[in-house]
């Protein structure tokens, strides 16, 4: 029996140290390259696409081009906006991409440019040329909120504007926010599976993993085509993954505001409860059983359990990241036995602590922490009385899990000290196989690496 | 055939023995081009990052903070509180109604709770926007705690690098001058521009050692803050990457009288002739012969240690795409010590000065290109069938791509590059990328027979 240990306060500090959430405009350029034949722009000083760039450069290992407008001085005193006409013109010339999607910054937002303003007489200014790009632009002062809600305020723009209304169709929208290049593939199989139409937005299952060339493609082959983003007013439904996305207006709400299309929101399918959820869903929305590929692989995945569990049983789990996915992998550690000691993130959606309640449900004995608005050096300060056995997330908190040597469960973004971070597969079934087989493995491995004995049997 | 770059951008690009030199280079880089280039903030921030016992806090909104984090590889032989991003996560409020209230809590919470030898407080894009006097709060921190305090004047839009050298040279000259020197040899030396990625100053000092030099302070590498402090007392300057630091050793001449002399720690020629000049510079016959005897020893262990490298890689084709120029004239040396040949070389914020240097010593028929971007490079390296990239992160994919050896020389690099060592290293880098049997399945190598 585990006992309640005294409940801590959420350390409230001034200063943060070691963030656990990035930049909105980074989150918006992820989104952005999710887009077929789009280029990610960024109305700002250089500095932030170069970072930004170097930042998913490192974890995915894939070329991505992010333009800039790169403003200077005199362009923050007069305004951006001759220089963002200018980085349109010379990314359209030199890439050909089918879009522009522009993400501006915390230094276009302050200096007030209007770029909607801008973008209107662009259009206007360029009227008759042909093969010109669409425009798509999006908000994202980098001191509002992180990267996930720039990720699902660049999706909003999106779909906001380019999806028109006409007849309906039998097409099934799915936004299952930021997941790995893994997970997007995982997705696209799962929906032909069912025989589904469908457009998942956004699609980096190719565009971030693509294979060796030839010949350089200036803008990375995949991605949702823009066609069925301009039809996604005319599907029956949206499926969108995220329990704490409540407080955005997401792809979803808009689609559901403006056509009536209706919206399924569920949790990330991490571990079986929540992929059985959303199987159910696609049963419902087909009209067809879960095919039998998936019903043998929630089969094994159910053996996979019965043989690991007593190694996993009652270990002590802190978790942080972005908070649909802190919440899906508490799912998943719930229902093999683990223990969430405390969830963070940097997010503050001030719904993470309910959603997680929702499914952690009454499995277990003790209630995890969960906190909002974290850094890692609260996150650390914490862990301290928690006598954690294992830390679930993202490269960044492996400082923590070298002090208090413990393994680090690599999953979701960024993945920076590790090869094959678009590679982690999370969703469904087979990502849940995956994770119960890495995190009992780690334990396994921690036992036998301490053992004095080093025995050749588990 | 589309022209490879922007015409704005072709005057960017020289193609040595085509056209006399008439590059163009240090202005501000084209909008929509993708520049390879950062900011005021980062070059400020890589600079001033390596010394250790200071607090570096980042007054802005998270993601300048949060993308600089552990960003170097610059290793300390004691106090790591460098390897923190400290940032005051400005939000919209702070925005609305000014930062500096936020800015003065958290540099007082962080100072009491980590005791810092000294502060530097980078300004960012939006911090030169909203207009906090980061000057008034820094001199009340100042007063308050009895630490050094110092504003870095690195917002992102006010330049390049560059411009982020600079300011990082300005906050660091503020220290200078305040610390004892009374016990300083009068052979003695400041290492100026290497920032002890993968323990080079190390390897570096125990050269200096073994001369019988001094090393009063290292700029910044395993840097702290009292020996910066003292760093007028040295006899002299010796500055590598010099983009970075030269500045600072300008202001120290002009103030304090200290001479500084250039050099390059990368390759065997240049290394050994940094030696050399230090040792001239010093006039003494007995360190001239030290000097000489290292020199040889390091020398000979090489010679035969790089051998199966020359063989190996004699013939292959390299390209260049580094930060500042000066590393890639050592880089061209280099090469050419182990029989490759350079036949792209660029930079993000060279000068006509190192443009001219490296027209001068590369081989006809090279690309010479300043502030690229990843098409440009693409074309060139395709069109030079290049057998291995030099460069950073960035450059990386690129070359990986399209089936195309990396040697990582920015940095995050876990390889000591300098040194004598360096060079055995940097040849074995570039083997085991060059050699790799991977390359038989890349798609260049499938239609492209084996005529190279």
Redesign the interface.
């Known amino acids: 029996m585990s006992k309640n240990p005294p409940r801590a306060k959420k350390p409230n500090?001034?200063?943060?140290?070691?963030?656990c959430?990035?930049?909105k405009?980074?989150g918006a350029c992820l989104a952005f390259k999710g887009i077929e034949g789009a280029v990610p722009?960024l109305h700002?000083?250089?500095?932030?696409?170069?970072?930004?760039?170097?930042?998913i450069?490192?974890h995915?290992?894939?070329?991505?081009?992010?333009?800039?407008?790169?403003?200077?001085?005199k362009?923050?005193v007069y305004g951006g906006g001759p220089?963002?006409k200018?980085?349109?013109?010379?990314?359209a010339?030199?890439?050909r991409p089918d879009i522009i999607a522009i993400a501006t910054?915390?230094?276009t937002e302050?200096?007030g440019d209007d770029v909607g303003m801008y973008l209107r007489e662009y259009q206007e200014d360029t009227k008759g040329s042909v093969g010109l790009p669409s425009l798509v632009h999006v908000s994202t002062?980098?001191?509002?909120g992180?990267h996930m809600e720039g990720f699902h305020a660049a999706l909003g723009a999106m779909v906001d504007q380019l999806s028109a209304g006409g007849p309906a169709n039998e097409t099934v929208n799915l936004l299952p926010g930021f997941v790995s290049s893994a997970d997007y593939r995982l997705l696209h199989e799962i929906m032909a599976a069912f025989d589904l139409n469908y457009t998942l937005l956004p699609d980096l299952s190719e565009t971030m993993d693509?294979p060796?060339?030839?010949e350089?493609e200036?803008i990375q082959a995949g991605g949702t085509p823009q066609k069925a983003i301009r039809a996604m007013g005319c599907s029956r439904a949206t499926i969108e993954f995220g329990p704490t996305l409540g407080p955005l207006t997401t792809g979803g709400d808009i689609l559901a505001a403006k056509f009536n299309t209706p919206l399924h929101r569920i949790g990330m399918p991490v571990g079986i409860r929540e992929t059985d959820r959303f199987f159910r869903l696609l049963e419902t929305l087909s009209g067809r059983p879960t095919p039998e590929k998936y019903a043998k692989e929630r089969g094994r995945l159910v053996d996979a359990y019965v043989d690991g569990h007593k190694y996993v049983f009652g270990k002590r789990a802190i978790i942080y990241g972005e908070e649909d996915l802190v919440v899906g992998m508490c799912s998943l550690l719930t229902e093999i036995g683990i223990q969430p000691v405390l969830c963070a993130s940097g997010g503050t959606s001030g719904r993470l602590a309910q959603a997680i309640a929702e499914v952690t449900g009454d499995t277990l004995t003790e209630q995890p922490q969960v906190f909002e608005g974290m850094d890692f050096?609260e996150i650390s300060e914490l862990a301290e009385g928690l006598s954690p056995d294992l830390i679930i997330g993202h490269s960044?908190g492996y400082p923590l899990a070298r002090k208090c040597a413990i393994p680090l469960i690599r999953v979701g973004f960024p993945i920076h000290d590790r090869v094959g971070g678009q590679r982690i597969l999370h969703l469904g079934y087979a990502g849940a196989q995956h994770l119960f087989d890495t995190i009992t493995n780690a334990m396994i491995a921690k036992k036998q690496d301490d053992s004095p004995v080093g025995y050749l049997y588990m | 055939m589309e022209a490879i770059a922007l015409q704005e951008r072709e005057n960017q690009i020289h193609i040595k023995g085509e056209a006399p030199f008439n590059l163009v280079c240090n202005k501000d880089s084209l909008a929509g081009a993708i520049s390879q280039r950062a900011c005021v903030f980062c070059g400020s921030r890589v600079v001033l990052y390596p010394i250790a016992d200071a607090l570096h806090l980042v007054h802005g909104p998270i993601g300048c903070a949060v993308y600089t984090w552990d960003i170097r590889g610059a290793l300390s032989s004691g106090p790591e509180l460098h390897r923190l991003s400290f940032s005051t996560d400005l939000q919209e409020k702070d925005v609305i109604f000014g930062g500096e209230k936020k800015l003065l809590a958290a540099l007082g919470e962080l100072i009491e709770r980590h005791s810092p030898k000294a502060a530097f407080v980078y300004s960012t894009c939006i911090v030169g926007i909203i207009g906090d006097d980061l000057d008034a709060v820094c001199r009340q921190v100042e007063a308050a705690y009895g630490i050094p305090v110092i504003p870095v004047k690195s917002e992102g839009f006010k330049g390049n690098k560059r411009a982020g050298y600079q300011a990082a040279c300005d906050a660091m000259f503020r220290l200078i001058g305040k610390g004892d020197t009374s016990s300083i040899s009068k052979h003695s030396l400041n290492i100026l521009g290497d920032f002890n990625l993968a323990g080079e100053i190390w390897m570096i000092r125990e050269y200096y050692e073994r001369m019988g030099i001094e090393v009063v302070a290292n700029i910044t590498g395993d840097g702290r803050v009292a020996d910066i402090e003292r760093a007028h007392g040295a006899a002299l300057n010796v500055v590598q990457c010099s983009g970075s630091t030269m500045q600072l050793a300008n202001m120290m001449e002009e103030k304090f009288g200290t001479p500084s002399i250039r050099v390059s720690y990368f390759g065997i020629e240049d290394m050994a002739e940094a030696l050399y000049d230090i040792a001239r510079f010093f006039k003494d016959p007995a360190m001239m012969e030290r000097t000489k005897k290292l020199v040889e020893e390091e020398v000979k262990k090489l010679a035969t240690a790089l051998e199966p490298y020359r063989k190996a890689l004699g013939g292959k084709k390299a390209a260049i795409y580094v930060g500042g120029s000066f590393k890639a004239f050592s880089l061209v040396k280099a090469f050419r010590l182990i029989d490759m040949q350079v036949v792209m070389v660029g930079s993000q914020t060279g000068t006509r000065e190192d443009y001219l240097e490296l027209e001068a010593i590369t081989d006809p028929g090279t690309i010479i290109v300043d502030d690229s971007n990843p098409l440009e490079l693409t074309s060139f390296l395709k069109e030079k069938e290049v057998d291995i990239f030099v460069g950073g992160v960035k450059e990386r994919p690129i070359a990986y791509k399209l089936g195309i050896g990396f040697c990582d020389h920015n940095h995050e690099r876990k390889e000591a590059l300098a040194g004598f060592e360096g060079m055995l290293n940097f040849a074995q880098e570039v083997y085991s990328s060059v050699m790799s049997p991977v390359w038989q399945f890349v798609p260049r190598k499938k239609s492209v027979p084996s005529s190279r």
Not at chain 1, 44 to 55: E, I
Not at chain 1, 86 to 91: A, D, E
Not at chain 1, 141 to 144: G, L, R, T
Request: glycine share 6%; hydrophobic share 30%; net charge positive.
């Open positions: 500090y001034i200063s943060t140290t070691n963030a959430k990035l930049c405009p980074l722009y700002g000083s250089q500095g932030c696409a170069t970072y930004m760039r170097r930042y450069i490192s995915y290992n894939e070329p991505i081009d992010i333009a800039s407008s790169s403003l200077s001085e362009h923050a220089n963002l200018l980085g349109l013109t010379n990314v010339a030199k890439y910054t915390c230094l302050t200096i002062p980098s001191y509002s992180t693509g060796a060339l030839l350089y200036k050096y960044k």
